[in-house]
Nanobody, 127 residues
Framework: QVQLVESGGGSVQSGGSLKLSCAPP????????????VGWFRQAPGKERQFVGA????????YLSDSVKDRFTISRENVKGPVYLQMSNLSPNDTAIYYC????????????????WGQGTQVTVSS
């Protein structure tokens, strides 16, 4: 099963920053990675998986949920490289497992619209 490679999670204090990375697995998807929409989701204990934001290639364009749009950014430095989620001014409410996911086609906010997922990376923010 193809799985995206995530990295960058960790523990920070409130107000801190973290940068998550989402890359295609080895040589798989490398040729088509540049055409995939990449979404970021998070899931806190006992809660549903929540849309954080997404990167749409081609234009390119990024989307961010209202809860993070003033603090998070999404970027990609080159068409075959990772998609990054830069998180700033973190608060304990941002504590969750963060997942990236990819799909062929336009960006969607529903996690079930994505068919390729990363393993998830834990982000913990202490007050």
């Amino acid at each position: 099963q193809v799985q995206l490679v995530e990295s960058g999670g960790g523990s920070v204090q409130s107000g801190g920053s973290l940068k998550l990375s989402c890359a295609p697995p080895g040589q798989t998807l490398v040729r088509t990675w540049s055409t995939y929409a990449v979404g970021w989701f998070r899931q806190a204990p006992g809660k549903e998986r929540q849309f954080v934001g997404a990167f749409m290639p081609g234009v390119p364009r990024t989307y961010l949920s209202d809860s993070v749009k003033d603090r998070f950014t999404i970027s990609r430095e080159n068409v075959k490289g990772p998609v990054y989620l830069q998180m700033s001014n973190l608060s304990p409410n941002d504590t969750a497992i963060y997942y990236c996911a990819a799909r062929a086609g336009p960006v969607r906010a529903r996690p079930e619209s994505y068919n390729i997922w990363g393993q998830g990376t834990q982000v913990t923010v202490s007050s």
